[in-house]
């Protein structure tokens, strides 16, 4: 990357010891196994990659196609952990992890890349490029150089139990607006909204940011687990959905802010952990949290995705498309589609809850991230940058002519929502919860 471009928001990485790079280096042999050692010997730079992201397409800046990303390293790992890569570094490419590169790495994998995986699509090769990111990022862990705003927010998350730091009163008092909300809204002075409610089917997590800022989605999501006759509760505490370490590259970190869920799991006995709108979230406590706990959970984990769709497949919610005139579309967050694997369930959804329903293109697995991914959206310090590359799905959001755009994803709707203000999209986005709360047909539903 051109040195006009870069950023250098860590200053601190131009006073490191050699024991803190040496120490860094260890920490990037232990991520690099056998899979990723070959994925780094594979990469030829073909640079077929560059087309699939959304950096590059936006910017058209050179530096950041992946496969340069993937190159810096491929150098790092080449000087420090092959035989003779240091001895040939003229012909390897090697180079040593000293404070220049150090500062390559924080503004390429931090500040360039949401750490979305669809560059792995068009790799001829198929390399794992966001898991050879992150194990960059663990190695910058180790040498306290994660970007501040992404580290502020995981010590909350780990020092306050949720990663903005909402105390218990605040969360009860609101769950308790909520549950007069639902009782307003259901027609029903019994409605309740459950809080540690033991030996119940379903726990709810929760995105902080819905209780600070969007209460109504967790309205929604009520209602319609309410429709529904669901056996569920909240959490008083440890309920944060949210896992900031996945984006940090900070497994211990990860491990313990997952774990707490699974402590609550264990002591309010419920039989499914429900993963609420959160991409990352989900990545992070279905895919990732039994491998940083070491654990085998007792327990499935679902997104609220798969259980919305389940009742609807079961008859336990009935759905009136009619009441959501507007065009909507889909946003397909890249950490439950992509990486996570819930595909199909939204579009079910969405099909028996909107009355107009269109695609973007491209969609699924093959769609381009919003720009919110990957920890940006806590780094204001490449905020102008992620909006810029944010112009990609601006545009294909556009092209649908929707007035509505569902993304199951709190940190999707965060990113869209300052991309409809930047492009001047002119359309309202809400969760996939809202949408189906909008449409519910009370009292025409079996609980059975």
Known sequence: MAEKDRQNPEPQAGTLTETDIASAVGVFRSKIDHGLAAALNSCVHCGLCAESCHYYLATGNPGMQPALKVKLLQSVYRWHLTATGKALSSLTGAHELDQAMIQEWIDALFGSCSMCGRCTLNCTVGLPISRLVRAGRSALVSMNLVPSELQS??????????????????????????????????????????IDQADVRLLYTVNPREIKFFPLSLLATAKILHAAGESWTFSSDYYDVTNYGLFSGDDSAAALISGRLHETMGRLRAG???????????????????????????????????????????GRIKLDPARNQKRVTLHDPCNLVRLGGVIEDQRFILRQAAADFVEMYPNREKSFCCGGGGGQLSMTTYAKRRLEAGKIKAEQIAKTGAKVVVAPCHNCIDQLSELNKEYKLGVEVKTLSEVVADALVLGGASHS
């Open 272 to 314: 499914m952990l429900v993963l609420g709108e959160c991409g990352h979230g989900y990545n992070a406590n279905h895919w990732e949290a039994p491998e940083w706990l070491a654990i085998t959970p007792e327990y499935p984990s679902r997104s609220i995705v798969r259980i919305i769709a389940g009742f609807l497949r079961q």
């Open 153 to 194: 927010t995981v010590d909350t998350a780990v020092d306050k139990g949720n990663n903005m730091g909402i105390v218990r009163e605040d969360w009860l008092e609101t769950a308790q607006w909520i549950e007069e909300e639902l009782q307003q809204e259901v027609g029903d002075p019994k409605a309740r909204i459950p």
